[in-house]
């Protein structure tokens, strides 16, 4: 019997492994860009066919074979496991999360343990060729059958590239996103695990340079005021002379960054301009915090806090890069664009319009803390760069004064251990980054604060897996610290002069969609509902103001800067003041949005309009544009350290 040819082996396996990880993770396995897929997956096998039969030694070269294909199921497993529980993908860009990750190791096997069927579905071609070795061919090739596959390689990677045209003028299609955009979940999605990870490794060795399209129409600019009183109010911009600045700028890509700020237009100030002016602020990023924890008898401080002051009925808290990435939006107004993360922990960006540093030139005294380690993600490095240099946490101060040692950690006890840092200034502004609502959510027993309240939980009675009760019990701790907090700063006559302002910094996406479902007042999808959330922003003295434009977490900081009537230069953040008249958008990680007129699914490229909302053609193309610009330019302003370049 004719031995089998390794190539058939190594394209068969391939083929099975992608399609099993699409399987796996994705609602849409089966789309055009699969023919991409597969037309690559041919020359790739080809190759790794010579150099499996490179040597004289057929065992030699069996092993070859092993290594190749066990180090292939390892690294696909490592991939379904990690977009599965964090939400993204191992890539260059996603180094970043290496000490995250680290930090959970012991997390990470329960995780992995949990997909076994899955990371064993994706070995079964490296236990296959095990078992039936003895039928594969792995005798040397002469070195005419080597020319003859290195020939039949090239044709076939130029078939490939000719096939990147199939669909070219889509929006996302393969050709656009192998010749014009840089997005790692699109790319894993359309190209698969193996291409997308030789087109980034190719991109961060050569360098890329994703193109600003300024030639849109912003749908989203909106000129007119949008008040029962019509007033004219000015732009929310400082004096910062881009003509100048273009002149003198030999930097090609630094010149188009300035252009492109100097054709924003910015947000105009508006009704809600200074409602805050001079009262306190105090922050949070709140772990895993999202609207299904907010219940009136769970949670009767959350429910208060997001159901009076500004309620925002449409804020999204879009899932990235896990904490980090959701504590950049928050911070910085901007989107965690691939390869961002690494330089925001250094700590080495200038931030001249960074929150405590823009409350500082206010006359505020700052202050942040966080309830656990304050080298975790590097916080230490990068609180400094946008002004908190007075930061405290567990192993720099806070241990002395709270249990570091539970997991994890109160929120009660650092609420308690800090309020007197500032209570009594003339003005503050403090930033929390909470830990309590942390996974896991095993079980009530299984997470310290989900023990902790276990039988307040209990005594309601609630029908819910004992995942969404972990969850759930876990935020109770968060809520009762806020609660803490009101009444510290009643107590001091600091109440109606203070602003709470709370977001969370992803969905608990340690609990399926269907696990988020039981506890959601509607049924979410996995992409874009699931993160939907609160946005807390509120004062005791303020009548209820309910907001329906679309938000995100990158509009928080505008959104202050403008209540608190603070100088500030709004066309240089991508987010934007939610209050203001410029249309509402949400951007998540695989470049799906949502406006105030409707859903963009990216990877099926469908857009479903809201009830009763018509839009014409080209709405939907140009907000792909529009976002894509924002991503771009958030990924630029951190690399190329552009705030420095101001002179602010």
Not at 401 to 419: F, G, K, Q
């Amino acid at each position: 019997m004719k031995k089998i040819n390794v190539f058939f082996i190594y394209l068969i396996s391939f083929i099975f492994m992608e399609f099993l990880f699409k399987f796996l993770l994705y609602d849409h396995i089966f789309r055009l860009s699969n023919i991409n897929l597969i037309l690559f997956l041919i020359p790739f096998s080809l190759i790794l066919s010579i150099i499996t039969n490179l040597s004289k030694s057929s065992k030699a070269n069996y092993i070859i074979m092993l290594v190749i294909l066990g180090l292939m199921a390892v690294w696909f497993s490592a991939e379904y496991v990690v977009r599965d529980y964090f939400g993204c993908y191992v890539s260059w860009s996603s180094l970043s999360l290496a000490g995250q990750v680290g930090e959970f190791a012991s997390k990470g096997v329960v995780e992995t343990l949990r997909r076994i069927p899955g990371i064993i579905g994706l070995f079964i071609p490296f236990i296959l060729t095990i078992i039936f070795h003895k039928k594969l061919n792995f005798h040397q090739f002469k070195w005419q059958k080597t020319v003859i596959i290195l020939v039949i390689t090239i044709l076939s990677y130029g078939i490939y590239l000719l096939g990147l045209n199939i669909g070219k003028n889509e929006s996302y299609s393969p050709y656009v996103l192998y010749h014009n955009i840089n997005d790692v979940n699109l790319n894993m999605e359309n190209f698969g695990v193996i291409n997308s990870f030789l087109i980034d490794t190719k991109r961060v060795i050569l360098g890329f340079e994703q193109r600003i399209d300024t030639d849109i129409d912003n749908p989203l600019n909106d000129d007119s005021d949008k008040s029962d009183t019509p007033k004219e109010y000015s732009y929310n911009v400082l004096n910062i002379n881009f003509d100048n600045l273009i002149q003198n700028e030999s930097n090609n890509t630094i010149k188009n960054m300035h252009e492109y700020f100097k054709n924003d237009l910015g947000t105009k100030q508006n009704e809600y301009t200074g409602i805050f002016k001079d009262k306190n602020l105090i922050l949070f990023m709140a772990e895993s915090f999202n609207e299904i924890a907010v219940s009136p008898e769970l949670t009767p401080t959350l429910y208060k806090l997001t159901t009076s002051g500004f309620v925002f009925d449409n804020f999204y808290s879009p899932t990235i890069l896990s904490t980090i990435g959701g504590e950049f939006q928050e911070l910085t107004g901007l989107f965690p664009a691939d390869g961002v993360l690494s330089k925001w922990k250094s700590g080495k960006n200038s931030f001249p319009q960074g929150i405590a540093t823009i409350f500082q030139k206010e006359n505020y005294q700052t202050y942040a803390y966080h309830d656990n380690s304050y080298t975790f993600q590097q916080r230490n490095y990068y609180l400094p760069s946008i002004g908190f240099n007075n930061f405290k946490a567990c192993n720099n101060g806070l241990e002395k004064l709270i249990n570091c040692n539970a997991w994890p950690e109160s929120d009660i006890e650092m609420i308690n251990a800090t309020v007197d840092d500032y209570i009594n200034d003339d003005k503050f502004m403090a930033f929390y980054a909470t830990v309590s609502g942390h996974n896991p959510y095993d079980s009530l027993d299984t997470n310290q604060m989900a023990k902790k309240h276990k039988d307040e939980y209990l005594a309601f009675n609630l029908p819910y897996s004992k995942r969404v009760a972990a969850y759930l019990a876990a935020q109770m701790e968060l809520d009762q610290a806020l609660k803490l907090l009101i009444e510290k700063l009643d107590a001091a006559g600091k109440l109606e002069n203070t602003v709470i302002a709370l977001v969370g910094d992803h969905y608990p996406y340690e609990l399926t969609t269907a696990e988020v479902n039981e506890a959601s007042s509607y049924k979410k999808d996995g992409v874009v509902e699931i993160n939907h959330s609160n946005f807390i922003f509120w004062n005791s003295e303020m009548d209820t103001v309910k907001i329906s434009k679309v938000g995100s977490q990158i509009d928080v900081i505008p959104t202050i800067y403008n209540a608190f009537g603070i100088p500030y230069d709004s066309r240089l953040f991508i987010g934007k003041d939610i209050l203001s008249t410029e249309g509402g958008l949400a951007i998540f990680g695989n470049k799906s949005w949502v406006t105030d007129k409707g859903t963009y699914f990216a990877s099926s490229s469908k857009f479903v309009p809201k009830n009763g909302v018509t839009v014409d053609d080209d709405y939907v193309k140009q907000m792909i544009k529009v976002v894509d610009n924002k991503v771009e330019m958030s990924r630029k302003i951190i690399v190329n350290n552009y705030y420095s370049k101001l002179g602010l």
